[in-house]
């Protein structure tokens, strides 16, 4: 494999990583953004519940979706509906899939962490790119948010009806908001700050 095939493939690599690190980040940081979010928006009101009641429904979505060796979702104070399930099922998967990339591409950023700084300027036009989705995103959220779920997935389990899945009340279109808006600080932060490294 020549040079440029090595620079081209730590850089689709490295690309990913950057991706499925902003992603990763702000999934564990949505339990401090849900923990806030429970106050500001009293959501104890809107469901009525406690704060420890309604964290630690949240604590067991979350532990479903991340943990690869729960694959029963149950919820001590909120009813789900089949397809309700069959949607947290389909984030499950797409969540695993992230930390599996995140995983494999972060061991071989490690192994071949040589600063290959030939195709640097492609995380300029990543970041360029990630500028204008979410300059869409502001404009407009509920139909950002509509087209993310249509790309990602296959059916429209996504769109709760509250008396069959009443958990969609603690989850606020802010929170969604305000987790977007993490990843994009996160991820254009991290490929302008790799666009501007010099070669080694």
Not at 10 to 23: C, E
Not at 85 to 103: A, E, Y
Not at 124 to 142: H, R
Not at 173 to 194: H, P, R, S
Request: proline share 2%; glycine share 4%.
């Amino acid at each position: 494999m020549s040079n440029s095939q090595k620079d081209l493939l730590y850089t689709v690599t490295l690309a990913f990583f950057l991706l499925t690190a902003s992603i990763t980040i702000t999934i564990f940081a949505s339990y401090l953004l849900f923990a806030v979010d429970i106050r500001y928006y009293q959501l104890d009101l809107v469901v009525n519940m406690d704060y420890g009641t309604i964290m630690k429904n949240y604590v067991q979505m979350m532990d479903y979706l991340i943990n690869p060796f729960n694959w029963h979702f149950h919820l001590s104070n909120f009813a789900s509906s089949a397809a309700g399930r069959l949607h947290f099922q389909d984030c499950k998967k797409l969540f695993l899939l992230n930390f599996g990339v995140f995983i494999g591409t972060g061991l071989i950023v490690a192994k071949y962490k040589k600063i290959r700084a030939k195709f640097n300027r492609t995380f300029l036009w990543i970041g360029v790119v990630g500028i204008a989705v979410a300059i869409l995103m502001v404009l407009n959220f509920d139909q950002f948010f509509v087209i993310f779920h249509e790309v990602l997935f296959r059916n429209s389990d996504w769109l709760f009806d509250p008396n069959k899945d009443p958990v969609i009340n603690i989850l606020p279109e802010d929170f969604f908001t305000q987790c977007f808006v993490l990843f994009f600080i996160l991820f254009e932060g991290l490929n302008f700050w790799k666009a501007r490294q010099k070669k080694a």
